[in-house]
């Protein structure tokens, strides 16, 4: 397979998405800079490169999946044991309940 040279910005954005999938998935644990490296078929070099760490990669999951209101990728973060602030009284009501049954 070739190596297919993408713009920063799309590049940033598939490395996201990896990443979102992989939070919905498999859970806020395996969202790390090698599993996103794999799916995308690039390096952990690279996947640095955009986010400088995976604390960063993984605030920028957790943002992206806020700003989707993604609930189920929220959700898994709350199952992990990590308090989300800032969501709309429902939103959090409904990502908690989601995680508990994550959770069990």
Same mark, same amino acid.
């Given at each position: 397979? +070739?190596? *297919?040279?993408?713009?920063?910005?799309?590049?940033?954005?598939?490395? %996201?998405?990896?990443? $979102?999938? %992989? =939070?919905?998935? #498999?859970?806020?644990?395996? *969202?790390?800079?090698?599993?996103?490296?794999?799916?995308?078929?690039?390096?952990?070099? =690279? *996947?640095?490169?955009?986010?400088?760490?995976?604390?960063?990669?993984? @605030?920028?999951?957790?943002?992206?999946? @806020?700003?989707? #209101? #993604?609930?189920?990728? $929220? @959700?898994?973060?709350? @199952? +992990?044991?990590?308090? %989300?602030?800032? %969501?709309?009284?429902?939103?959090?009501?409904?990502?908690?309940?989601?995680?508990?049954? =994550? +959770? +069990?």
């Amino acid at each position: 397979m +070739a190596h *297919v040279r993408l713009a920063p910005e799309d590049r940033k954005q598939q490395l %996201l998405e990896s990443a $979102l999938i %992989l =939070l919905r998935e #498999d859970g806020y644990k395996h *969202v790390t800079r090698i599993g996103v490296a794999a799916m995308t078929g690039t390096t952990e070099a =690279l *996947v640095n490169r955009y986010f400088g760490s995976r604390d960063g990669m993984r @605030a920028e999951v957790v943002e992206e999946a @806020a700003r989707r #209101d #993604d609930r189920k990728a $929220l @959700a898994q973060v709350v @199952a +992990a044991g990590y308090e %989300l602030t800032g %969501l709309p009284d429902d939103v959090h009501r409904s990502v908690v309940n989601m995680a508990r049954k =994550l +959770a +069990a």
